[in-house]
């Protein structure tokens, strides 16, 4: 004798668009309240910004730019400039990149029964390296460092590593666990665990966040130069001071090319690490 068939279970219906013990419902009703009180807030001149007087006197300043210089001499001085700011990015991100490291281990836990006595302390570290902008650093150091690349280079170093600490922190506690107990459990010593262990399953993830930052740091690097760290900054903040347009259109050609060449790089190799 056949069996009854069960009857099909009723379709679910979709779960409301705010649930009152949803957290992250109220964390973006919030978040949507604060962008209406900061429209509400502050003066914004929506209709004197797109006035036909403005339109017109912003597109007078862009035709002031054309055409750009392409002199010889000057687009030499502007690939020499170009080719010091790559240098400073470079240079910036890899020593970030080595404190990073230095400064990741003691502010990560690096298993359950690790004490990390030094953990809070780094941590403030480095939040308090990443919480000053590049263009605060390289003003403090021009003091001592005075005008030219160096204080550019140290200032993109020391915010970039207060970055990346953090993310290498982040990525070596996520870290799986199971290669590290078992060398752990055969008396292998911390350090050396950290080197066969945890280091080769993170070291992915670590240079990813390292040619990622230093996509941001040609950016940086290209404006650094605006209170005298070199570089085509310093060269743009020289001919816009004054009103060299033409030439002034180059420099900002050069910076997004050389952008545009950095980021395809990056992209190229954080590919070739996922294969």
Same mark, same amino acid.
């Given at each position: 004798?056949?069996?009854?068939?069960?009857?099909?279970?009723?379709?679910?219906?979709?779960?409301?668009?705010?649930?009152?013990?949803?957290?992250?419902?109220?964390?973006?009703?919030?978040?949507?309240?604060?962008?209406?009180?900061?429209?509400?807030?502050?003066?914004?001149?929506?209709?004197?910004?797109?006035?036909?007087?403005?339109?017109?006197?912003?597109?007078?300043?862009?035709?002031?730019?054309?055409?750009?210089?392409?002199?010889?001499?000057?687009?030499?001085?502007?690939?020499?400039?170009?080719?010091?700011?790559?240098?400073?990015?470079?240079?910036?991100?890899?020593?970030?990149?080595?404190?990073?490291?230095?400064? =990741?281990?003691?502010?990560?836990?690096?298993?359950?029964?690790?004490?990390?006595?030094?953990?809070?302390?780094?941590?403030?570290?480095?939040?308090?390296?990443?919480?000053?902008?590049? !263009?605060?650093?390289?003003?403090?150091?021009?003091?001592?460092?005075?005008?030219?690349?160096? =204080?550019?280079?140290?200032?993109?170093?020391?915010?970039?590593?207060?970055?990346?600490?953090? !993310?290498?922190?982040?990525?070596?506690?996520?870290?799986?666990?199971?290669?590290?107990?078992?060398?752990? =459990?055969?008396?292998? =010593?911390?350090?050396?665990?950290?080197?066969?262990?945890?280091?080769?399953?993170?070291?992915?993830?670590?240079?990813?966040?390292?040619?990622?930052?230093?996509?941001?740091?040609?950016?940086?690097?290209?404006?650094?130069?605006?209170?005298?760290?070199?570089?085509?900054?310093?060269?743009?903040?020289?001919?816009?001071?004054?009103?060299?347009?033409?030439?002034?259109?180059?420099?900002?050609?050069?910076?997004?090319?050389?952008?545009?060449?950095?980021?395809?790089?990056?992209?190229?190799?954080?590919?070739?690490?996922?294969?």
């Amino acid at each position: 004798m056949n069996k009854p068939r069960a009857a099909n279970p009723p379709y679910k219906l979709p779960p409301p668009l705010f649930d009152a013990r949803c957290k992250a419902c109220w964390f973006t009703a919030g978040l949507l309240v604060l962008v209406v009180l900061s429209f509400w807030s502050l003066d914004l001149q929506w209709a004197q910004f797109f006035s036909a007087e403005a339109v017109d006197s912003m597109g007078s300043f862009i035709g002031e730019f054309f055409p750009p210089d392409i002199s010889p001499s000057f687009l030499h001085k502007v690939g020499v400039a170009a080719w010091e700011t790559l240098a400073m990015s470079a240079l910036g991100t890899l020593l970030a990149a080595a404190a990073a490291l230095a400064l =990741a281990l003691p502010a990560a836990r690096l298993h359950p029964q690790d004490p990390a006595w030094g953990r809070a302390s780094t941590r403030m570290l480095l939040n308090a390296l990443r919480s000053i902008p590049e !263009l605060v650093w390289a003003a403090l150091l021009l003091i001592s460092a005075g005008l030219g690349p160096l =204080a550019g280079t140290l200032a993109l170093a020391l915010h970039t590593a207060g970055v990346l600490g953090r !993310l290498f922190a982040e990525a070596i506690e996520n870290a799986p666990a199971g290669p590290a107990e078992a060398l752990r =459990a055969q008396g292998v =010593a911390n350090g050396l665990v950290f080197l066969y262990a945890t280091l080769p399953q993170v070291l992915p993830q670590l240079l990813s966040y390292t040619l990622y930052r230093w996509e941001n740091n040609i950016r940086a690097a290209a404006v650094l130069g605006v209170v005298g760290a070199g570089g085509l900054g310093q060269l743009l903040s020289f001919h816009m001071g004054l009103f060299h347009m033409p030439k002034t259109a180059t420099i900002l050609g050069a910076m997004l090319l050389l952008v545009a060449i950095v980021d395809a790089a990056s992209l190229g190799a954080r590919r070739l690490m996922t294969r």
